[in-house]
C-alpha cells in the first residue's frame, strides 16, 4: 500500500500507525523501505464504555477509539521503542499530548515532530501557547529545539 502511494506521489508521505500494530519493529522496516518520509506513532486505542443504565455498550460499533492524556505513557513507549530500532527515520510523535511539556517528553523519547488531538477538542488555541512555551524552555536550557530529540537516549540533558 505504501509503496503503491509513493509511486503515485511526489508529496510528503507520512504513514500514522497505531501503537497496537503488531511486530513494530518489522512494520517500521516495511514502511520505511516502501518509501515513506516519515511514520506518525500513533492513534486511538480501541476502548470500551458501557452504560450501566441500558447493560449496553455506548457505542453502535461496541468499541471505539480513546485518546487524550490518558494515553500519552503509552504513546511515548512506543515512540521510544521505534526509535531504537529506527535511529533515522523521521517520527511524528502523536498520544495524549496536552502541553509543552508532553511535546517535550516525546522529542527527547526520539520523535522529531508531534501530532496534536484531543487537546485541540478542547482548545483550538493550544499550538500558539505551546511554541511559546516551547521557546521558554529552549532559552532557559541553552538549547536548540531540534537538538532536544532522541536526547534521553544520548545520556540526557547533561550530557
Ligand atoms: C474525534 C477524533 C477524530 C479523529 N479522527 C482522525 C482521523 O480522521 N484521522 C486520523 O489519522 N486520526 C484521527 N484521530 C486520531 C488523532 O489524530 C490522534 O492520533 C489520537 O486521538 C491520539 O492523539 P491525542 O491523544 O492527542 O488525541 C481522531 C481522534 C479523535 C478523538
Known amino acids: 500500500m505504501v ?3 509513493r509511486k503515485a506521489s511526489q508529496h510528503f508521505l507520512a504513514v500514522k500507525i ?3 500494530t503488531p ?3 518489522q512494520m517500521l522496516d516495511i514502511i520505511a ?3 515513506a518520509d516519515a511514520v506518525c506513532i500513533g492513534n486511538t486505542l480501541r476502548g470500551l464504555s458501557i452504560n450501566i443504565e441500558t447493560g449496553l455498550p455506548h457505542f453502535k460499533k461496541i468499541f471505539a477509539g ?3 492524556p490518558a494515553i500519552k505513557p503509552l504513546a511515548l513507549r512506543a515512540v521510544w521503542e521505534a526509535r531504537k530500532h529506527a535511529p533515522h527515520l523521521p517520527i511524528i510523535g502523536c498520544g495524549g499530548i496536552s502541553d ?5 517528553e516525546f522529542l527527547m523519547a526520539g520523535a522529531n515532530a508531534v501530532e496534536i488531538g484531543t487537546t485541540h477538542f478542547i482548545n483550538p488555541m493550544v499550538i500558539p501557547r505551546i511554541q511559546s512555551q516551547l521557546m521558554d524552555y529552549c532559552l532557559e536550557k541553552h ?3 531540534s537538538s532536544l530529540t532522541n536526547i534521553a537516549h544520548k545520556g540526557g540533558l547533561c550530557s
Open 3 to 5: 509503496l503503491r502511494i
Open 18 to 20: 497505531s501503537i497496537e
Open 23 to 25: 511486530l513494530l519493529p
Open 33 to 35: 523501505g516502501e518509501g
Open 66 to 68: 480513546y485518546s487524550g
Open 100 to 104: 509543552e511539556k508532553d511535546v517535550i
Open 143 to 145: 538549547i536548540a529545539l
